[in-house]
């Protein structure tokens, strides 16, 4: 347990995560959570109550290289070491990359920021087993250059409603893709995507339609169709998460 100072401080975190064995970030009922396992452990270290904040509510099964999250202290712990204290205390499929001090006022969810996720497609005919937590498998071959042109309609500020999954509780789908890329080495395509926001399954809804688009059974011009029409019944199916990874978040 740590000496507290009596002065509050606010703290930040980069966190990376394995997702396959949490029901997500968030605490919930059904399972164990990433939030939940660094409230309990960080605690334990500091001999206080927190609860952590974090910027991205990840889905059950999606990693991380570079989640954000901040929770308060009164411990003399420098800052810059919290990181170490705390990573001692963890399962060695989360780990703290860095940690920082920060202002009280700084909130990872409501400060601007840029988000960036790649997705991650093994297109072959055969399934490998060292990539089948980190991957979607499509055996069927996908047309890259077709995903890529649908994929250019998504760049910029849209409504994008039909990529919502129907339970997300938003004030607005108008959401700004700053780059959306379609990348193929070897047999993996990556699909990487930055913006300043998304909304809740809006990148997988997105891959699986872009997959639709690589099958040949939308056009890649149906796209600007799909964002049109503000309807989730319109756009392709929601790929898994195991795929998905949050690369990062950076504050502007």
């Not at 170490?84 to 001090?101: G, T």
């Not at 199916?237 to 990874?245: E, N």
């Amino acid at each position: 347990m740590s000496e507290v100072s009596g002065i509050k401080r606010r703290i930040k975190l980069i966190i990376s995560y394995d997702g396959t064995n949490y029901c997500g970030w968030q605490i919930q009922i059904n399972g164990i959570t990433v939030e939940e396992i660094l409230n309990r452990e960080i605690s334990r270290l500091l001999g206080e109550e927190i609860a952590v904040i974090g910027a991205s509510r990840t889905d059950s099964g999606v990693h991380s290289l570079g989640n954000v999250a901040v929770f308060d202290t009164c411990s003399k712990i420098p800052p810059e070491k919290m990181c170490f204290a705390i990573n001692q205390r963890l399962p060695e499929d989360i780990r703290v990359e860095a940690s920082c001090e920060v202002p009280l006022d700084f909130h990872p969810r409501y400060c601007n920021s840029i988000k960036t996720y790649e997705y991650k497609i093994l297109n072959r005919r055969f399934d490998i087993p060292t990539l089948r937590l980190y991957t979607h498998f499509v055996y069927m071959p996908l047309d890259v250059d077709k995903m890529k042109k649908a994929a250019e309609y998504l760049v910029g500020e849209h409504d994008f409603k039909s990529f919502c999954s129907a339970r997300a509780q938003v004030l607005t789908t108008v959401r700004t893709i700053y780059s959306l890329e379609v990348a193929k080495s070897g047999d993996i395509i990556s699909i990487k995507i930055s913006g300043n926001g998304f909304l809740y399954n809006m990148v997988r809804i997105i891959v699986g339609t872009l997959i639709k688009v690589g099958l040949c059974v939308y056009p890649p011009e149906h796209m600007e169709e799909i964002l049109g029409a503000c309807d989730r019944n319109a756009a392709g199916p929601k790929a898994p998460a195991k795929g998905l990874t949050l690369l990062g978040i950076e504050y502007t």
